[in-house]
């Protein structure tokens, strides 16, 4: 193992090279494959998770409050080659990447595998682009990344078919085609005023920048954080949002829950990088546009969640809130208030995820979907699953011996109390880690005492309130209305990831204190960016064999 001023640490690519020579296998493999395919994805996809926790806890047991965990790809010296960093922040987002990831995966083995073309390797190649994105330290880098993953989100949107997703998916490829082009033209804009593309290099010249250039910096980091905040769903830019999420299929919906942080963790690591408080004339540079912005989504969020009448839509609201309240959050610069959202950042990552696959387990035995398989191998697939005339058994195995309650007992207890309990989190409710995290922001929104963050205190309140009625009533539809229903029967396959997602909720709550030290921890690191600047600019290739 190198150390912590070497370029060398194996364990930071290793993430990123890990999907993209899955992917490549797989593509080998074909497509009458798929049992083979599905065992290797599995197989990446775990093998994936552990590294990105072993990654955090390396970074964690740093005596340094930021990451010293670096490689420079091609060996070239910083700023000139592409450099990846885990610090504290990168490292729970590559976890929380890898966690969403294979949750959707096992619940796609059941059958969403069978509905198109390439699942498995587009599953990969987005777990690529979500680990690059949150491991590098280069912005033209973090574009490219960006480009994969969203590549691969849209053929999972449109993987399964159907007039739905394909509507929504010609949106939701429109809008970030726009977001592209403003992240090309703002990286345009700061590399001719910087020089450089490296996000430590970019931080510290920014003060070098001569007074007639600083207007033009501010409109590169503007439009560039235009771009950030459209694929972080903030209003009026998320308004794609809804339809987009609702319509896709569970595991990818599932999947998508991580894809809005991922604007926002792009957002708070530069933001934190070139306006910290010791950035001179540009400080804190469109702080209040932030928490504004995000003000005005976790309402519009909140609404929404009370408004919408399909389950599927209720979730996409909340993304959006979530969304919103962590921008808002982080746009007031207060570390105590940073911290405190990071932990909420988990916590609302886990339970989207989970809702959007109980939507898939809740809604089976109400419709069913229109629309012949894109595939067939003969064997694997499921035609009730694509059946036009809705029957009692409709996308059900009828394997008993992979069947979960199939009285209605255990299978609706076991939905309506992972439905209740991922409700909970959303709406903040006690004891679990929604409330922690909610209950910790509204501490340090009441230290701060500004008339913004007394703002931002009622509506996370009003929004709490709000999302708790909306998952009431569609808990009432969906189970205390459903007696003449058919019994649900779940598959194994499809119950464990969603019991390991409330499970890790649950752990979240049981070990508030040490994830909210570690969520400390790493909101000092941002408050320092010059610990983050020294670690990466003072990083030496490493030494010919």
């Not at 060398?8 to 395919?37: F, H």
């Not at 449109?158 to 394909?166: D, M, S, W, Y």
């Not at 519009?300 to 993304?319: D, E, K, N, W």
Request: charged fraction near 10%; charge should be neutral; glycine fraction near 10%.
């Amino acid at each position: 193992m190198s150390g912590p001023g070497s370029g060398n640490d194996a364990l930071v690519v290793a993430p990123i090279l890990l999907p993209l020579a899955t992917a490549a296998v797989m593509l080998l493999l074909g497509e009458r494959r798929r049992r083979s395919k599905a065992v290797l994805n599995v197989a990446s996809a775990t093998l994936g998770l552990a590294l990105t926790v072993a990654l955090l806890l390396r970074v964690d047991a740093a005596d340094a409050p930021v990451g010293w965990a670096v490689y420079l790809t091609g060996n070239w010296p910083v700023p000139y080659g592409i450099a990846l960093v885990a610090d504290r922040l990168s490292a729970l987002m590559a976890v929380l990447a890898g966690s969403v990831g294979l949750a959707a995966l096992l619940f796609a083995i059941a059958r969403w595998q069978h509905a198109g073309t390439s699942f498995h390797v587009l599953l990969q190649l987005q777990l690529m682009g979500l680990y690059g994105a949150f491991l590098t330290a280069d912005l033209f880098n973090l574009f490219v990344f960006f480009e994969v993953l969203l590549a691969a989100s849209y053929g999972l949107l449109l993987h399964g078919g159907g007039a739905e997703r394909v509507r929504a998916g010609l949106h939701y490829i429109a809008i970030n085609l726009v977001a592209s082009l403003l992240f090309l033209i703002g990286v345009a804009v700061l590399y001719g005023v910087t020089g450089t593309l490296n996000m430590a290099d970019i931080a510290q010249k920014l003060p070098q920048v001569p007074t007639t250039d600083r207007g033009l910096l501010h409109a590169g980091a503007a439009i560039l954080a235009m771009a950030f905040l459209a694929k972080a769903a903030i209003w009026p830019l998320g308004l794609w949002l809804p339809a987009a999420y609702a319509a896709a299929s569970a595991p990818a919906a599932a999947l998508f829950a991580i894809l809005t942080k991922v604007g926002v963790y792009a957002l708070l690591r530069l933001w934190a990088l070139c306006f910290p408080a010791a950035a001179g004339a540009s400080a804190g540079f469109g702080g209040m546009a932030l928490v504004l912005g995000g003000i005005a989504t976790l309402g519009f969020g909140a609404i929404g969640m009370l408004a919408a009448q399909r389950l599927g839509r209720l979730v996409a609201f909340s993304v959006i809130a979530s969304s919103g309240t962590l921008v808002a959050a982080f746009g007031f610069g207060d570390m105590a208030l940073a911290a405190a959202a990071l932990f909420y950042l988990a916590s609302s990552t886990l339970a989207g995820c989970a809702l959007f696959l109980l939507v898939e387990l809740l809604e089976r035995n109400r419709q069913v979907e229109v629309g012949p398989p894109q595939f067939d191998d003969g064997n694997d697939a499921l035609p009730a699953f694509f059946d036009a005339q809705p029957t009692a058994d409709a996308n059900l195995d009828d394997d008993e011996e992979l069947l979960v309650g199939r009285a209605i007992p255990g299978a609706l207890a076991f939905l309506g109390l992972s439905f209740t309990l991922c409700a909970m989190v959303v709406a903040g409710l006690p004891p679990l880690s929604g409330f922690i995290g909610k209950l910790a922001m509204l501490q340090a929104l009441m230290t701060l005492g500004s008339p913004a963050a007394l703002a931002l205190l009622v509506l996370l309140l009003g929004a709490g309130l709000l999302a708790a009625v909306a998952f009431m009533r569609a808990g009432m539809r969906h189970f205390w209305s459903a007696s003449e229903r058919p019994a649900p029967r779940l598959r194994i396959v499809e119950s464990l990831p969603v019991g390991l997602l409330v499970a890790a909720l649950v752990l979240l709550a049981v070990h508030a204190d040490a994830v909210l030290r570690y969520a400390r921890a790493t909101a000092l690191g941002l408050q320092n960016p010059a610990q983050y600047i020294d670690t990466v600019m003072n990083t030496r290739p490493r030494a010919a064999p």
